[in-house]
């Protein structure tokens, strides 16, 4: 019998990549997706339309904030595996939109969890939850791993502590074969272009090609551990066919400032950058033209910041046999490359009249 996945966040980088890794392994594959006033649906297109996948992709209109569509769309589908990826996952605009924020990413995590229970399917469906690395915060321990205590540093960050816990708390009330994967920061050509490594490869692509000034950014010196997100899927998969459910830290065990993916970014390009200032008065120059093409802004400042995050991914590798495969270098020449294609595709569009959706900064 083929198995049957249940994706929350389809439309969203983790949802596409997982998906299409699921269908690849033979399985069917629902997705939930949010009504919104235009298409949402561009990381997936290509799974739609292909003809191989015909039954096996089904997505259905639903919202975390909507208990009574999770319940009917889990009883319908019967899921063997639940993946919730779904949420508001901007840190910075969790500071803006907190109530909305936990009720998606708190409560939704929830909503799944009772779901499964009311409909008596604690012993059928196997369920992840898309914890993440932002529970470490202010960190406590360097490198973090699953014993790390946790220090929430955002409402993003808090509202996932209750998934995490929540998760936990089925697990051991109920039984159900739940699992969290804390994962540290992961990117992709089809990143969401407001975090801080995609508006990096696309202003990079962008202003070398003439279509951009210069690019504005917050700090400079936080540090992340970045893997890539075809990687990372694969480890959410891994967690649910183990015997036991278990926690799992997924990192590369590097961390690199913005400042380092800025100028190795920009050096896939062969621009090199010589930093002037400091503060808010510090800008990155071309240092072939003198031009000045990094700003600081102090608009993408936040509130309380992660200063560093470095993942201890030694869990996943010893019982799940997990590896990250992708060098941090390999990572950011695959998005820079990518966004030189985006980039010259819009000129084109652009040069012969066509309109550009989110051509602006
Ligand atoms: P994205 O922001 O790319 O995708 C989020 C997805 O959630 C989108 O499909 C979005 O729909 C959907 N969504 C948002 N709110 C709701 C809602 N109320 N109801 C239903 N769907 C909703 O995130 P990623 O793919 O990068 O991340 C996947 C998950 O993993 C998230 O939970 C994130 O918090 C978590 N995570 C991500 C990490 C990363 O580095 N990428 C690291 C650790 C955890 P729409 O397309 O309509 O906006
Ligand atoms: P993060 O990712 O907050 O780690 O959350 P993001 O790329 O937004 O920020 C990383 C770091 O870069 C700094 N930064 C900027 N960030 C953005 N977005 N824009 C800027 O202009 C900018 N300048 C500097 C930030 O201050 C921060 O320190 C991501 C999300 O995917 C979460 O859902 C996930 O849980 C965590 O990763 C792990």
Redesign the pocket.
């Known amino acids: 019998m083929q198995k049957i996945a249940l994706i929350?966040?389809?439309?969203?980088?983790?949802?596409?990549y997982l998906a299409e890794f699921l269908l690849n392994k033979g399985y069917y594959v629902h997705g939930?997706?949010?009504r919104?006033s235009q298409f949402?649906t561009d990381r997936i297109d290509h799974l739609c339309d292909n003809p191989e996948n015909d039954s096996r992709f089904i997505l259905h209109y639903?919202?975390?904030?909507d208990s009574t569509n999770l319940i009917r769309i889990i009883q319908e589908v019967q899921p063997d595996e639940i993946y919730?990826?779904?949420?508001?996952?901007?840190v910075q605009v969790s500071f803006e939109t907190p109530e909305?924020t936990a009720?998606?990413?708190a409560v939704?995590t929830l909503r799944i969890l009772e779901a499964i229970r009311i409909l008596g399917m604690t012993t059928k469906t196997r369920f992840y939850q898309?914890?993440?690395?932002?529970l470490f915060g202010k960190a406590q321990e360097i490198p973090q791993k699953e014993t790390t205590p946790f220090y929430p540093r955002s409402q993003?960050a808090v509202a996932?502590i209750f998934g995490y816990w929540i998760t936990v708390n089925y697990r051991e009330a109920y039984g159900l074969f739940a699992c969290n994967?804390?994962?540290?920061?992961?990117?992709s050509p089809i990143?969401?272009e407001s975090?801080v490594t995609r508006k990096i490869t696309r202003a990079v692509a962008r202003i070398k090609l003439g279509a951009q000034e210069s690019l504005s950014l917050g700090n400079l010196d936080a540090k992340r551990d970045w893997g890539y997100?075809g990687d990372?899927v694969k480890a959410m998969w891994m967690m649910l066919q183990q015997e036991h459910p278990e926690d799992y830290v997924i990192a590369t065990g590097e961390t690199h400032s913005v400042r380092e993916f800025v100028e190795l970014a920009f050096k896939n390009v062969g621009i090199a950058i010589v930093w002037q200032g400091s503060g808010l008065e510090e800008k990155g120059v071309d240092a072939a033209s003198g031009k000045e093409i990094i700003h600081v802004n102090p608009r993408y400042f936040r509130p309380t910041e992660v200063d560093l995050l470095l993942g201890d991914p030694a869990k996943a590798r010893e019982k799940l046999g997990w590896t990250s495969e992708t060098s941090f270098e390999k990572l950011v020449r695959m998005m820079v490359i990518e966004d030189l294609k985006n980039t010259e595709r819009d000129l084109l569009c652009k040069k012969n009249g066509f309109k550009v959706s989110n051509w602006n900064e």
């Open positions: 929350t966040g389809i439309t969203g980088q983790d949802g596409a939930i997706n949010r919104s949402n639903g919202d975390l904030t919730n990826l779904a949420a508001q996952s901007h909305y009720n998606a990413d939704g898309a914890s993440t690395s932002e993003y996932k994967g804390i994962l540290f920061n992961h990117e990143r969401g975090f997100a990372y």
